[in-house]
């Protein structure tokens, strides 16, 4: 598929990074889209929430439309969906399974999902909870892309009926993330939305970390962590950092720590936008394990990876100097080659030339069942 696409998003957000990783995963990916000329239409539910935060409001690299009604949405937006390339609905829409099912009745060209949560939302569909993707609803999908990899891609496919699931990792745009050569503040820093499931790593690799070397400095960085957490004094805290000064906020850390949702860790490849986001910025990595990370990085040549807090502790005290850039160095060269959005804007288009229109669009839509 060489010729330019025209391509709809419906996703969770894209105006607004606020509390949530999608908005920097979609702009990454369409920024490189639009690069390559692709055309692209993103619709938007407009939810206080993220209409009181949004840092992208007016995007310049594609159209950007907010809706409050699905129907009127749909209604207004009819022609260009039913002759869209590609029809593609993201994770965690709001009324998500209602709008799965009328988009299926349109007699789209070809309709997709874009699951950026994919290990949440397998443990969600196990436990028969169907927040925004109902179980009965996954082959309806021409083509399933997954945030997760690995042997995840087989699961779909072999448990939840997915017709064909393709891996479609987050990335990061490497014309915006760059060292800023500025001088380090703090020795380790952690960016990420506060996550009850993610907080005992957090405590364990960060905090007490914190505790033990108090002549070292620490920051976290993200909102609705709850008021009763006993940070030491060597740690600062950033209630909200928005994306433009997410390079700035890696490149002065010396380390930069990634920490896993536990749905995540127990699927595996499932690699977060910030380890794209710190090394492009140059910044070494310490994260705690799952599955295939090794493979996308490389343990003690790309990143470190921390099972205990003396591990943390072993990295801040014993890695130093040329170590230390020779192992951001290396994840730089990886990211960079492999993980940028137009790296991944390049994937996706040609995965969607492997997918078949469906015949006779848009007379015959497609079976939903009961």
Avoid at 55 to 71: G, K, M, N, R, V
Avoid at 224 to 229: G, L, M
Avoid at 286 to 311: C, F, K
Wanted: glycine share 6%; proline share 6%.
């Amino acid at each position: 598929m060489t010729n330019s696409l025209d391509i709809v998003f419906i996703g969770l957000t894209l105006s607004s990074s606020w509390g949530n990783g999608h908005a920097t995963t979609f702009r990454a990916l369409i920024r490189g889209l639009d690069a390559q000329g692709h055309r692209v239409l993103f619709l938007e539910r407009d939810v206080p929430w993220y209409a009181s935060n949004r840092d992208l409001a007016d995007p310049d690299f594609c159209e950007l439309s907010y809706y409050s009604d699905i129907d009127v949405m749909l209604t207004s937006h009819q022609d260009r969906l039913r002759l869209a390339d590609a029809v593609i609905v993201g994770s965690y829409v709001p009324s998500g399974v209602e709008l799965i099912d009328k988009l299926a009745r349109m007699g789209l060209r070809r309709l997709c999902f874009y699951d950026i949560d994919t290990p949440v939302t397998l443990a969600k569909l196990d436990r028969g909870e169907e927040e925004y993707l109902a179980r009965r609803q996954m082959p309806l999908f021409d083509a399933y892309f997954s945030f997760s990899g690995g042997q995840v891609l087989a699961r779909l496919e072999n448990e939840y009926g997915v017709r064909k699931a393709l891996a479609l990792y987050c990335s990061v745009d490497a014309e915006r993330y760059k060292n800023t050569s500025e001088n380090y503040r703090w020795d380790l820093g952690y960016l990420g939305t506060y996550s009850p499931d993610r907080q005992p790593t957090l405590d364990k690799l960060l905090i007490e970390p914190a505790r033990r070397l108090p002549h070292l400095r620490f920051v976290v960085a993200g909102p609705q962590y709850p008021d009763e957490i006993d940070w030491p004094a060597n740690v600062e805290r950033i209630e909200h950092l928005p994306p433009d000064d997410h390079p700035g906020f890696y490149s002065r850390q010396r380390f930069t720590l990634n920490v896993t949702r536990a749905d995540m860790i127990a699927a595996g490849w499932s690699p977060s936008v910030r380890l794209f986001e710190a090394s492009a910025c140059l910044t070494p990595i310490i994260s705690d394990h799952w599955r295939g990370l090794d493979e996308l990085l490389p343990n003690g040549q790309a990143i470190v990876i921390a099972h205990r807090t003396e591990d943390v502790v072993d990295a801040l005290e014993g890695i130093v100097g040329a170590d230390r850039r020779l192992l951001a160095a290396a994840a730089h060269e990886i990211v960079s080659r492999d993980h940028t959005g137009l790296a991944r804007a390049r994937g996706l288009v040609a995965d969607l030339g492997q997918v078949p229109e469906q015949p006779g669009q848009p007379e015959q839509p497609r079976r939903i069942s009961a």
